[in-house]
């Protein structure tokens, strides 16, 4: 290997996304370039999330400044496979840095062989059609109906509503939904861990208007007991996010009725592609169905790299998120776009070529 570099990414947004833990207007992302010697690049992407995984861009640079030296060696998928199973803590403290690592590396095997990188991994190819949600964000009503409207037009059915905890905000939200009086509209909620106790939390849901499937993230990270007894009294699974990196979690939950939860899979805080498969396998084996989620400003790298964990398990995974591409990004670095096009849909067709099929655009 010639080089493993890092650098942060900082690619505006189109207009600045609001969030239950974070408003910011521009990725908080790094970009890892591997090279070989003769010259061929492989790409990654991690999204340091300090509130979910801990870490910054500074420590995802750290991270690549203190292990470049043994990365530099890597000729083979197996030396990932091995870097992984050696240095799980490692990784448990740098799930986003790793993601970019070995992305990088999986991209340019790929390259190096001409070969997808689902190839290399002995995965299905990809296949069909990937489906997205809409996320309507927690702005005001009136952007809020908006969306809600574009949305609509475009042929969206499944929804991700970010709830505020402000009750009137809220149930006018939710209202605008159920007026849709779509039959074929699915709601979700994500609250981003915004109620300290089960009881405050079911009776603020209890107040809002129309059917939910599902809630994600109600309580404090790790209430793994609080969400049950939620999941219980709403009768709807309780979606993991921030409670659910890594696979050591699973005794937290392999004893419930699988029906008690979904486990959202962003392949940047679980750790990269490969242990995100691990975690998606150990649900399969469970009966636990799994959301295929993104970070917000995830740029195609990330996009592709979700569409290897979702084609490899349709028959678990009940949505995806992300792929907003330039509908979220001023532009993006790479060629093609990754990104949904009308009603939430992006077609394998779109994803060519070896390792991610993906370039840096100038
Ligand atoms: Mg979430």
């Known amino acids: 290997m010639k080089s493993v570099h890092v650098q942060s990414l900082d690619i505006p947004f189109k ?170 509209i699915r709601v979700r909620l994500d609250a981003n861990n915004l109620w300290s106790d089960a009881e405050s939390a079911l009776s603020y849901l209890r107040q809002l208007p129309g059917p939910i499937v599902a809630i994600e993230e109600p309580l404090k990270v790790g209430d793994y007991d609080g969400c049950r007894l939620l999941a219980r009294e709403m009768k709807v699974p309780i979606i993991l996010d921030e409670s659910f990196l890594r696979l050591n979690q699973f005794p937290a939950i392999q004893n419930d009725s699988p029906s008690t939860w979904i486990i959202n899979i962003r392949v940047s805080k679980m750790g990269g592609v490969m242990r995100s498969l691990d975690i998606a396998r150990r649900a399969r084996e469970l009966g636990v169905s799994i959301i295929v989620g993104a970070q917000v400003g995830e740029t195609s790298i990330l996009t592709r790299a979700g569409l290897t964990v979702a084609n490899s398990h349709r028959d678990i995974v009940i949505a995806q998120e992300g792929a907003f591409g330039t509908h979220l990004l001023e532009y993006d670095i790479c060629d093609p776009v990754l990104m949904f096009g009308a009603a939430g849909q992006l077609d394998a067709k779109a994803v060519n070529g070896a390792g991610l099929g993906l370039t840096l655009s100038g």
Not at 20 to 44: F, M, P, Q, Y
Not at 73 to 89: D, M, P, R
């Open 15 to 184: 207009q600045a996304f609001v969030h239950a833990s974070a408003a910011r207007a521009k990725t908080e992302s790094v970009l890892v370039t591997v090279t070989n010697e003769d010259g061929v690049e492989g790409i990654g992407e991690g999204c340091p999330r300090h509130y979910v995984t801990g870490e910054t861009i500074e420590s995802i640079q750290q991270f690549v400044d203190v292990h470049r030296g043994q990365w530099m060696a890597f000729t083979a998928v197996q030396n990932l496979k091995e870097w992984v199973a050696e240095q799980a803590a490692v990784i448990d403290e740098n799930p986003a840095a790793w993601c970019a690592v070995e992305t990088a590396f999986l991209d340019l095997f790929g390259k190096e062989a001409g070969l997808p990188i689902e190839a290399l991994l002995a995965l299905p190819a990809l296949n069909g059609q990937f489906q997205y949600s809409a996320v309507l964000g927690t702005d005001s009503l009136q952007s809020f109906e908006k969306q809600l409207q574009r949305y609509r037009l475009a042929g969206f059915t499944d929804f991700k509503v970010k709830v505020t905890g402000r009750l009137h905000e809220d149930t006018d939200k939710m209202t605008l939904l159920a007026a849709c009086q779509d039959s074929t």
